[in-house]
Nanobody, 116 residues
């Protein structure tokens, strides 16, 4: 199983970016998929997740600004990030939890830098 994350980059405060996470398998094999982020010296934190059934959860810090979605035909999950703030600067990781073996899978990380 591979998760290929993309879409990070440099953006000004208030701007938008869309991250993509393409899975090498049918995404319905996962119990949930989501995005985490990490900055130096801090633990990785959950940003948003979407369950197999389509339920969505967000960190309080991103509610109303970020939207997680999926394209089932492309086995891809997205994170639309709007109204970006400098504190959103981090490496963003795609995550998936497989139903059959309960293993966790991680993408390679994509850097998002928000300049103030």
């Amino acid at each position: 199983v591979q998760l290929q994350a993309s879409g990070g980059g440099l953006v000004q405060s208030g701007g938008s970016l869309r991250l993509s996470c393409a899975a090498s398998v049918n995404i319905f094999r996962f119990n949930r998929m989501g995005w985490y982020r990490q900055t130096p010296g801090k633990e990785r934190e959950l940003v948003a997740l979407i369950t197999n059934g389509g339920n969505r959860n967000y960190a309080d810090s991103v509610k109303g600004r970020f939207t997680i979605s999926r394209n089932i035909a492309k086995d891809t999950v997205y994170l639309q990030m709007n109204s970006l703030k400098s504190e959103d600067t981090a490496v963003y990781y795609c995550h998936a939890a497989m139903i059959s073996n309960q293993n966790d899978y991680w993408g390679q990380g994509t850097l998002v830098t928000v300049s103030s």
